[in-house]
């Protein structure tokens, strides 16, 4: 079936650092991709998505780009800040298929 | 505008009771969707409705799991004779229509914890 393997964390980052999380995934037909990001005590929010091949992704300073020859879609932001202290999702919805399937999460930190 | 609710946002039950979930969705919303999120895990689908039809409930873990959504608007999970390993927070999110260009919007969860 299909999946999201995405890096592990947790990752620790000084403000104005550069990001990236590593996200790959395995499904059939051609599927939408998804970054989710969880603030501390708040619901799921959807950051960023991309419906087809080669596609960005952007909001908040975070891009993401499908890219079917790896079948990945990296999160990268060119300098974090501590608000970005949260956790992130990497998530796909299968061509056909309504329901997401999720990346385990990467716990991402920001210290001043 | 009010997102999606849901009730009790904590849950505390002995080991073979049965418990409720309920999850408000945004008025008009046509999908709603249950994940189930381990500790440290990410979230993993449950069920899915199209206004009162139930038309996936592959990732419904047992028979003790059952989802309904009787006039199309809010839901409710039921989970029967609770066992230790349904310990997880429940989250329900709801969006205007099914597919990938519809974007599903979630509920702070609700956390149960089964002793």
């Known amino acids: 079936g299909d999946s999201v393997t995405q890096m592990e964390g947790p990752v620790t980052l000084s403000e104005e650092a550069f990001l990236t999380i590593n996200c790959t995934y395995t499904?059939?037909?051609?599927?939408?991709l998804f970054w989710y990001v969880q603030y501390p005590g708040e619901g799921l929010q959807l950051l960023l998505k991309?419906?087809?091949?080669?596609d960005k992704g952007s909001n908040k300073g975070f891009e993401a780009t499908y890219r079917k020859e790896t079948t990945s879609f990296h999160l990268e932001k060119g300098s974090v800040q501590v608000s970005d202290s949260a956790v992130y999702f990497c998530a796909l919805i299968g061509g056909g298929a309504q329901k997401l399937v999720f990346g385990q999460g990467t716990r991402l930190t920001i210290n001043p | 505008g009010a997102g999606v609710s849901q009730s009790p946002r904590y849950k505390v039950a002995k080991r073979g009771q049965d418990v409720a979930l309920r999850c408000d969705p945004i008025?008009?919303?046509?999908?709603l969707f249950w994940y189930q999120q381990a500790l440290g895990q990410g979230p993993e689908f449950l069920t899915y409705?199209?206004?009162?039809?139930?038309?996936?409930k592959s990732g419904l873990p047992s028979d003790r799991f059952f989802a309904e959504r009787p006039e199309g608007s809010v839901s409710t999970l039921k989970i029967q004779r609770t066992q230790q390993e349904d310990s997880a927070v429940y989250l329900c999110?709801?969006?205007?229509?099914?597919?990938?260009?519809?974007?599903?919007?979630f509920g702070p969860g609700t956390r149960l914890t089964v002793l």
């Open positions: 008025s008009g919303h046509v999908s």
């Open positions: 499904a059939t037909g051609y599927p939408s």
């Open positions: 409705f199209q206004n009162e039809a139930q038309l996936d």
């Open positions: 991309a419906t087809k091949a080669d």
């Open positions: 999110a709801s969006s205007l229509y099914s597919g990938p260009y519809n974007e599903q919007f």
